[in-house]
């Protein structure tokens, strides 16, 4: 069982920048892929980032269309922790965000139904 807590979210005005991170609990961390998701009051949970599993410490990310250029997602591995910089905010961008685990797979899922595990999600809010 893998246990996820993000943290890092708060309120920003637009144009700000927030890093979120996640820890987990499982030593096996490196081994699988990682991402992040968001849900917006109203609207259903979108992929917004993930990371590959590491080795030799080669990673490969793949963004949503709407944060591409804006945030970055990055891991290290001897924390257990994945982090999204989160750069140029928007409105748009208010959300509550989760951190997921794909031990199951073996490349960059964007889809949510990919992730065995889940945070329990940190707000951010982006004022205008």
């Known amino acids: 069982q893998v246990q996820l807590v993000e943290s890092g979210g708060g309120l920003v005005q637009a144009g700000g920048s927030l890093r979120l991170s996640c820890a987990a609990s499982e030593r096996t961390f490196s081994n699988y892929p990682m991402g992040w998701f968001r849900q917006a009051p109203g609207k259903e949970r979108e992929f917004v980032a993930s990371?590959?599993?590491?080795?030799?410490?080669?990673?490969?990310?793949n963004y949503a269309t709407s944060v591409k250029g804006r945030f970055t997602i990055y891991r290290d591995n001897a924390k257990n922790t994945v982090y999204l910089q989160m750069n140029s905010l928007k409105p748009e961008d208010t959300a509550v965000y989760y951190c997921?685990?794909?031990?199951?797979?073996?490349?960059?899922?964007?889809?949510?139904?990919?992730?065995?595990?889940w945070g329990r999600g940190t707000q951010v809010t982006v004022s205008s």
């Open positions: 990371i590959s599993w590491s080795a030799r410490n080669i990673f490969y990310t």
């Open positions: 997921a685990a794909a031990p199951s797979s073996t490349t960059m899922p964007t889809d949510s139904g990919a992730y065995d595990y």
